[in-house]
């Protein structure tokens, strides 16, 4: 089964109406069917200085998300949006109320949504949060691995976000629950001599899975991490590094995802296991 994917980097701001419009001049571009990747905070906006919060406004974010899902569903592709919204607001897209464990920290979610040709809406929550946003959004507590559908079949995706890159045993784990395709919404920016680590961290989590990588960031003049596709193999299938609107087109073959590398994991030494719902 071959799927198409497009990953979009542009210069994400502070104004959604500009984000909103980026998002739009990228969806002209594609074709039905088509699995369409974007950064982390790519319509609300995203900084490692939080104060932006402040200025969002809550509802024109909610509009923004059901004027992409309309878009997806006029355009048959799947689409994946990164947000911040506020996790307290009537109304909001979500697809199911949301168990979180243990406490909740904050008001805030940073959040990766993803909308499919027949209107459904599936969210990830950021689980590994980065220190400055803990006590302001609220993390995640799963690692959900989602179903999608093109033209040829279903196939399924795992969800990460930014500094997720440095934890493998959670794209392990989604590996293991069945993800072929790992999308990761990005937004680290200014400091690009940190880009060939952060490259190499994606490499090893395509290589060691045998999945494919995917990963959207935001453009900038200093980017510390490339928009970038990985083969199953670890070898880069395409790379956008530009402070410019950038569009990455690559095919999938999903023959080539493999269990041959995670069927020898010796479990009886070292192994991964999930925890309940508390």
């Known amino acids: 089964m071959k799927i198409h994917a497009v990953v979009a980097q542009f210069p994400v701001s502070f104004s959604i109406p500009e984000n909103l419009h980026s998002i739009l001049t990228v969806m002209e571009q594609t074709v ?11 319509l609300s906006g995203y900084s490692d200085d939080l104060s932006f919060l402040k ?13 992409l899902r309309n878009e997806a569903v006029r355009r048959s592709i799947n689409l994946w949006v990164g947000a911040c919204v506020r996790d307290d607001m009537p109304g909001r897209i979500s697809p199911r109320p949301h168990k979180t464990r243990g406490t909740r ?13 027949d209107g459904e809406t599936h969210t990830y929550r950021k689980i590994n949060l980065a220190t400055h946003e803990r006590g302001v959004f609220c993390a995640g507590s799963d690692l959900p691995v989602f179903e999608l559908t093109a ?10 976000m930014c500094r997720e890159l440095r934890f493998p045993e959670q794209w392990g784990w989604m590996a293991r629950r ?60 395409g790379e956008i590094v530009s402070s410019e609107l950038g569009i990455l087109r690559v095919e999938l073959d999903l023959s080539r995802v493999s269990n041959w590398y995670l069927d020898q994991c010796r479990c009886d030494v070292a192994a991964i296991q999930g925890k309940s719902a508390v």
């Open 105 to 117: 920290d904050g008001n805030w979610v940073n959040a990766a949504y993803g909308f499919t040709p």
């Open 151 to 160: 033209p040829e079949g279903k196939f399924r995706v795992g969800v990460q």
């Open 55 to 67: 200025d969002i406004n809550p509802h024109e974010v909610q509009e923004g998300l059901s004027r």
């Open 178 to 237: 069945g993800a072929q395709v790992f999308l990761h919404l990005n937004n680290a920016v200014g400091d690009d001599t940190q880009q060939p680590v952060w490259k190499s961290h994606l490499v090893s989590r395509a290589a060691e899975t045998q999945r494919f990588v995917l990963s959207a960031n935001n453009a900038a003049p200093q980017q510390v991490c490339p928009t970038l596709a990985v083969a199953p193999n670890g070898k880069t299938a």
């Open 32 to 42: 039905p069917g088509d699995l369409v990747l974007l950064p982390e905070g790519s």
